[in-house]
């Protein structure tokens, strides 16, 4: 079982850069393929990026493509979400999460463990 805490979320002018992190606890970490969603108001979940177990694979939303990097740290036990050039769109609560299955999974329904999220807001 693996327990997430997203942190770092914050209020950000358009074409800045912030940086999100994912502590997780338990015993998979290192095993789990992880992802990062996100979701605004009225809007459905939608796919941010996700990295494979050892880190060697990385896969992204199309909106994200080229401004958004995904990485983790197997030693500290933690991803990290580099958002750069941020748009108004960017806007929602992002939310973390781990999968026992999958390389790089991009839907939902493949992951099992979900952190609270934390808001990122971007202003114009």
């Known amino acids: 079982q693996v327990q997430l805490v997203e942190s770092g979320g914050r209020l950000v002018r358009a074409g800045g850069s912030l940086s999100l992190s994912c502590a997780a606890s338990?015993?998979?970490?290192?095993?789990?393929?992880m992802g990062w969603f996100r979701q605004a108001p009225g809007k459905e979940r939608e796919f941010v990026a996700s990295?494979?177990?050892?880190?060697?694979?990385?896969y992204y939303g199309d909106y994200m493509k080229g401004r958004f990097t995904i990485s983790r740290d197997n030693v500290k036990d933690t991803m990290y979400l580099q958002m750069d050039n941020v748009k108004p769109d960017d806007t929602a609560v992002y939310y973390c999460?781990?999968?026992?299955?999958?390389?790089?999974?991009?839907?939902?329904?493949?992951?099992?463990?979900w952190g609270q999220g934390t808001q990122v807001t971007v202003s114009s």
């Open positions: 990295i494979s177990w050892d880190g060697g694979a990385t």
């Open positions: 338990g015993r998979t970490f290192a095993s789990s393929a």
């Open positions: 999460a781990a999968s026992a299955s999958g390389y790089t999974p991009s839907s939902d329904k493949q992951y099992q463990y």
